[in-house]
């Protein structure tokens, strides 16, 4: 997952040279990239589903780009943030890159760096990220709030979430996991198998549940896979405790360009994932206090 980088109000970040030690690619658009950061710049000390930033301005092969986009912008490029999908105790910090679709008439720029580190071989690369940023994580008393985490997620919005369950096992804590993943088709499901795996692993805490909206016969994909977008109906079967779960949902939602359009057009902005999603908890009686969010667009 990426977008443009926000301020974090967590510890003061660090500036890490990291080493690209494998890319492993994902699905047709979507790579993960293992990295070997040097620790000498500071501990590597971050929490699963936190986040690291890249400065596009790093790389030679951007820099006509950069400038390009500077002129149309009239402001510097942002460093982006891409979500970390390792866990701490994993051998290595590992980011994983959706290479971002530019549609004309619907988004108003290309993507300038997600190409770059999906496709562009770079094992063994040197490189500067910063981090370790984000509140997107299990409160320290999670396992006392509440015994189930439901996590919704869209696409690329897998990622924290999926380093999230992966901490919770490793740690051992007390809490079931719903993890409810929409996509397109099957081939776009990141970490298929990983997930899979884990519910092989720990059936009493993990439960996977996909969404699918462009599949034409998705029984033939298992029990467990659903065709449609995330409904309500779907949502109240797999939260018997509205009340007491914690909700992690993350994935893309209304742009500060969809709303600049939507003024433009004096039409309302589309609802996306994120709006369409929070609508349906709020609808089920799920305190907004006990959802956590975390969007791009």
């Not at 092969?61 to 950069?66: N, P, S, V, Y």
């Not at 910063?130 to 897998?158: C, I, K, N, Q, W």
């Not at 996991?177 to 990141?190: G, I, M, P, Q, R």
Request: proline residues 7%; positive net charge.
């Amino acid at each position: 997952m990426s977008a443009e980088a926000t301020p974090s109000r967590a510890k003061r970040p660090v500036e890490y040279e990291a080493t690209v030690t494998g890319v492993r690619m994902e699905t047709h658009d979507t790579a993960t990239l293992l990295l070997e950061l040097d620790a000498s710049a500071g501990p590597l000390d971050y929490k699963a589903g936190q986040f690291i930033n890249i400065d596009p301005h790093q790389f030679q092969a951007l820099a006509q780009q950069c400038a390009y986009l500077k002129e149309q912008k009239g402001r510097k490029e942002a460093p982006r943030s891409y979500s970390l999908a390792s866990a701490p105790h994993e051998r290595h910090v590992a980011i994983t890159v959706k290479d971002e679709e530019f549609i004309p008439g619907v988004t108003r720029y290309p993507p300038l760096l997600s190409p770059l580190l999906v496709h562009g071989r770079l094992t063994g690369a040197k490189l500067k990220v910063t981090g370790f940023m984000g509140l997107y994580v299990l409160p320290d008393d999670a396992a006392e709030r509440t015994d189930h985490v439901l996590h919704v997620v869209a696409g690329s919005g897998a990622v924290p979430n999926f380093a999230i369950v992966k901490d919770a096992l490793h740690r051992g804590l007390k809490l079931r996991h719903t993890f409810l993943a929409s996509n397109k088709t099957w081939a776009d499901v990141l970490y298929r198998e990983e997930l899979a795996a884990l519910e092989r692993q720990a059936p009493e805490l993990v439960r996977v549940v996909h969404t699918l909206t462009r599949e034409l016969d998705e029984t033939k994909y298992g029990p467990h896979v659903r065709k449609g977008r995330v409904a309500e109906a779907l949502l109240r079967e797999l939260v018997p405790d509205p009340g007491s779960c914690l909700v992690y949902v993350c994935g893309p939602a209304i742009t500060a360009w969809d709303r600049r359009k939507a003024l433009e057009t004096r039409t309302p902005a589309t609802p996306r994932f994120m709006e369409s999603v929070l609508g349906h908890l709020h609808e089920l009686g799920i305190p907004d206090k006990r959802i956590k969010r975390e969007a791009y667009g």
